[in-house]
């Protein structure tokens, strides 16, 4: 079986949605975990015009900085109407976030999130890299 540097994946959980995501370096963490955000949501984009945004934070630790992270996203979406699906992501100065996402005017999206939890949070570090598990409230 081939193991992949980066990724995610559904976990069970009882009420809500939760993903085990892992990378080699904490920028591919967070990368994975909105892919795999929007994987959850089926989230789908109309197809033309691409649309850029940048967002940023600082946090005092690493689960913070990315429910931010995540949670922005979700504010774009559902505020703003707009979807992404490609990532720039850089960590800086330990709990530092810049973002450029790039994507489009939501066309649909199949199930929705409600908020990122901090339940069970905690970012670790592992030979291999990083991992997290991420509980959605649906």
Known sequence: MEVL???FRELEHTADWAIQ???PDLPTLFVKAAEGMN???VVQLEQGN???QAIAFD???LESLLVMCLEEILYLGEHHGLGFDRFEVEITDGFSMRSIL???KIKKIDKEIKAVTFHNMKVSQTELGYEVTIVFDV
Do not use: F
Request: aromatic share 6%; hydrophobic share 45%; net charge neutral.
């Open 5 to 7: 540097d980066s990724g």
């Open 21 to 23: 995501v892992w990378a």
């Open 59 to 61: 946090a005092l630790e």
């Open 102 to 104: 790039s994507g489009a």
């Open 50 to 52: 691409r649309i850029r």
């Open 39 to 41: 994987s959850l949501s």
